[in-house]
């Protein structure tokens, strides 16, 4: 929750590092991310903060629904804030780039089994950890400027938050789930638009850049039922959802993203969809999608996760991609090893064979 301090006119002054804001308003517990200059990563506070927040909310009488926004319309959020991770780990402080994750993971699993609506508005921006606190929820609003993505392979790491679950479950109207159009986004860092989120089952309702704010006082005011039939848009209205162009590449993306192994999509996907992956996420990522194919439920697969996080962290790789990425913007992160074919692909199911552990309310 967020801390409030006393200065010396006995006023209540912010603390600088609470970016979550908190009210409960007619009901509506009101989540507000509110580090805009950051595009709303999350720090490992934040996760708490907003753990903190739900499990007060879910036993308490008064608040009957939850709705989550941002207070820059950029970004919902980027994401969770690497930079943050990484330096613990620099500094020898393993054990807090662990503990972030097992917040995170948690925070995801709270989310997902939330006994009461959790309402997830995603504009801009919405990425990998952003995009762990909206899939999971019960009504997930996407709009005009999202742009969803889970771009880990690029910066050393891995599609986490449970990607691994609802990853190999993408499916268009229909149509079964793909792991193939999964690996996709996984290994590629594909970039996805709302009407893209909406046809493959990440997204539930439309609500034009227009309605929003409408959208947003009609969730608090009337409730998510009422402000979603009021102000959410359907195909072919005006002002209604743009068409999405996922469906038309599906069977081409699952026609090459489909293969038996990583080392034939290496082969036959186009260059530039892998090129800057760093070689060792390409593989926990393979083999993490395949253990989330088979598994049999969320929790497991963060636990799984979870596992494979804290061995990540500690890769020369994670260290050297959130540098090129996060810090001195280079394009050409020096990966070790260099290619997949090197890559110790049974230390890496080793560590998934040994699941670890979230958090429970205390």
């Not at 970016?19 to 517990?29: A, P, Q």
């Not at 990998?128 to 609003?141: A, D, E, L, P, Y």
């Not at 494979?308 to 050409?332: H, N």
Request: with cysteine; charged share 25%; net charge negative.
């Amino acid at each position: 929750m967020v801390v409030m301090t006393q200065n010396a006119a006995n006023e209540p002054a912010p603390d600088p590092e609470a970016y979550v804001r908190t009210e409960v308003r007619d009901g509506t517990g009101i989540i507000v991310l509110d580090r805009p200059k950051a595009l709303n990563a999350l720090t490992a506070r934040m996760y708490r903060d907003m753990l903190e927040a739900l499990w007060a909310w879910r036993d308490d009488d008064a608040v009957t629904q939850v709705l989550v926004t941002t207070s820059a319309p950029r970004a919902f959020c980027s994401g969770g804030d690497i930079r943050q991770i990484r330096d613990a780990v620099l500094d020898d402080r393993f054990e807090d780039g662990v503990a972030a994750f097992t917040d995170e993971y948690s925070l995801d699993l709270v989310i997902a089994q939330y006994p009461k609506p959790y309402v997830a508005v995603m504009e801009g921006y919405t990425m990998g950890g952003g995009m762990g606190i909206s899939v999971h929820g019960s009504h997930r609003i996407v709009t005009d400027t999202t742009v969803m993505c889970m771009p880990e392979t690029a910066i050393g790491f891995f599609p986490d938050i449970g990607a691994s679950w609802f990853l190999p479950r993408v499916s268009l109207l229909g149509r079964g789930p793909s792991l193939g159009v999964g690996r996709w986004m996984g290994l590629t860092g594909a970039r996805i638009s709302g009407p893209d989120a909406l046809a493959i089952g990440l997204a539930d309702n439309f609500v034009p850049e227009s309605r929003l704010e409408a959208f947003k006082e009609a969730v608090v005011s009337d409730g998510v039922a009422a402000a979603v039939a009021e102000h959410s848009a359907g195909p072919g209205e005006n002002d209604g959802i743009p068409e999405a162009s996922l469906p038309e590449r599906w069977d081409e993306i699952e026609e090459l993203y489909g293969a038996d192994t990583l080392g034939e999509i290496l082969v036959k996907a186009p260059a530039e969809d892998l090129a800057g992956a760093s070689p060792s996420s390409l593989v926990r990522t393979w083999e993490l999608l395949e253990r989330g194919a088979e598994a049999e439920s969320l929790q497991e697969c963060l636990e799984r996760e979870l596992a494979l996080a804290a061995d990540t962290i500690v890769s020369p790789d994670f260290a050297e991609g959130v540098r090129c990425t996060m810090i001195d913007k280079q394009d050409e992160p020096q990966w070790s090893p260099a290619t997949v074919s090197e890559v110790d692909v049974e230390a890496i199911r080793r560590v998934l064979d040994q699941p670890g552990q979230l958090r429970t309310r205390p």
